[in-house]
């Protein structure tokens, strides 16, 4: 969502178009409350309360809009977004109730891509009015930050490489005063490794770096986050078909994910000391590309076999996740779009959620349940690091199987994270394949919200 149309506005009475909502239980009651011309519009439309559903009203010299939900009083982000979509350009607010929970979704539900579009949006914003105008900035923040993972995603590779992920953070480390560091060229094969090899067969233009930001008080407590940030992935030398490369550009939605939150902790001023890490490159095809089973040294030491250059992803997270392990934060989170493996065991929809802990686990899924950003936990089970073993290295970043990839690529990444740190790790696919009210189809923010909650509930 590229404009900042004030979509949410403060209820001063001003003059606006009402929205009733009905489910099916109480659409009896609400349509004799109609006058006989309100009833047969209402029938001619054939509206029966259904989800997402709605009807357009002749209301004395004006119109209002009666739609329908799954419950009037426990409303959902996305039971209005359909209507933002759909009505036309005005100002409206929900007639005897606020909004509440729906403002975030009237909001996204406006979210276009049109950057490569020669004509844009050609009428103007549907503002939604509320008597909670404490609620508005919040749900703005959480607005702007689900755009931004869809903005970054959706824009091709050409577009959103290395520097260009560079250039983002360095943008908002500037407005929010946090210190921002980028290592990259010598050092950067020097210190990080593995980073460094992932990325080493792109061109010049597009070499790889660790991108990092540091922000709040360093007496408050540290957390880390830390985003993949592959900007296209074509396997490497195991090269995907085709069709496994359509979707690569939005490889780096990991990346997207972590710099959206490092956004709303720092835009909502959380009591945090906040290190952002994003290991960012391409994965690309040429004469120097890192080769299947060659060895990598690590940051941390751990000597890595490469069983198959197409699980790029892993390797990089696991020098960033060291890095970030350096400074003994209480917290890390990670998000990546890792494995196919995750996207077969719980689909598109839902995040594979790996954790050490179970509290961490358990704040995690109660919070992504809160605010219908749900996501699935999956098991870290040490039966399966036999799976990662190499007979010529400390570690394969393969298994010769294709059991719990999902499972097997989270027990590599926890190799690298220091013992005893509380570690969340999100298997995210940061796509949408299919359209839903409030969620187009294309990029999305999928576990982001979720994470938010936590933290705020964790140290607001």
Not at 439 to 460: N, T, V
Request: hydrophobic share 40%; with cysteine; glycine share 8%.
């Amino acid at each position: 969502m590229t404009d900042k149309h004030a979509l949410i506005q403060p209820d001063r009475d001003q003059q606006a178009t009402p929205i009733h909502l009905v489910d099916k239980a109480g659409l009896k009651a609400f349509v004799k409350e109609l006058s006989a011309p309100q009833r047969a519009a209402l029938a001619a439309q054939k509206f029966e309360g259904d989800g997402y559903s709605h009807a357009i009203l002749p209301d004395g010299d004006g119109w209002s809009v009666v739609a329908g939900v799954a419950d009037p009083a426990r409303l959902s982000p996305w039971c209005m977004a359909k209507l933002a979509e759909v009505l036309p350009a005005g100002t409206y607010r929900r007639a005897d109730a606020d909004p509440g929970a729906a403002l975030l979704g009237w909001v996204t539900g406006q979210y276009r891509f049109d950057r490569y579009k020669k004509d844009g949006p050609k009428e103007g914003p549907r503002v939604l009015l509320t008597k909670e105008v404490k609620a508005i900035e919040p749900a703005l923040a959480e607005a702007a930050a689900t755009a931004l993972v869809r903005d970054m995603v959706n824009t091709p590779a050409e577009d959103m490489g290395p520097a260009d992920i560079e250039s983002a953070a360095e943008a908002l480390a500037k407005e929010h005063k946090a210190d921002f560091h980028v290592t990259k060229g010598d050092r950067l094969e020097r210190e990080y490794p593995m980073i460094h090899a992932v990325g080493r067969a792109a061109e010049r233009s597009r070499n790889p770096r660790l991108i990092e930001i540091e922000w709040g008080d360093p007496k408050h407590p540290r957390i880390a986050v830390v985003g993949k940030g592959v900007c296209f992935d074509s396997g490497g030398l195991d090269i995907k078909p085709s069709s496994g490369m359509l979707l690569m550009k939005k490889d780096m939605g990991g990346a997207a994910h972590a710099l959206a939150l490092a956004k709303l902790i720092m835009e909502r001023g959380l009591k945090v000391r906040l290190h952002l890490l994003l290991p960012t490159v391409e994965n690309a095809v040429s004469a120097n590309a890192f080769r299947p089973g060659d060895v990598l040294r690590s940051r941390a030491g751990i000597s890595v076999e490469i069983g198959n250059t197409d699980a790029e992803g892993r390797l990089i997270l696991g020098d960033a996740l060291t890095r970030a392990g350096e400074e003994k934060p209480e917290l890390i989170l990670d998000f990546a779009t890792l494995t196919g493996a995750a996207r077969s065991a719980v689909g598109p929809d839902l995040p594979a959620l790996f954790t050490r802990e179970d509290a961490t686990a358990e704040a995690l899924l109660k919070a992504g349940e809160a605010v219908d950003d749900p996501c699935w936990r999956l098991p870290l089970w040490n039966g399966y690091r036999d799976y990662l073993k190499s007979d010529v290295a400390d570690i394969n970043n393969n298994s010769a199987n294709a059991f719990a990839g999902a499972s097997v690529a989270a027990l590599f990444l926890d190799r690298f994270v220091p013992e005893g740190t509380d570690w969340a790790h999100f298997d995210t696919f940061a796509w949408r394949p299919a359209s839903k009210p409030g969620r187009p189809k294309g990029g999305d923010a999928l576990g982001l919200r979720a994470s938010w909650q936590m933290l705020q509930e964790r140290y607001g």
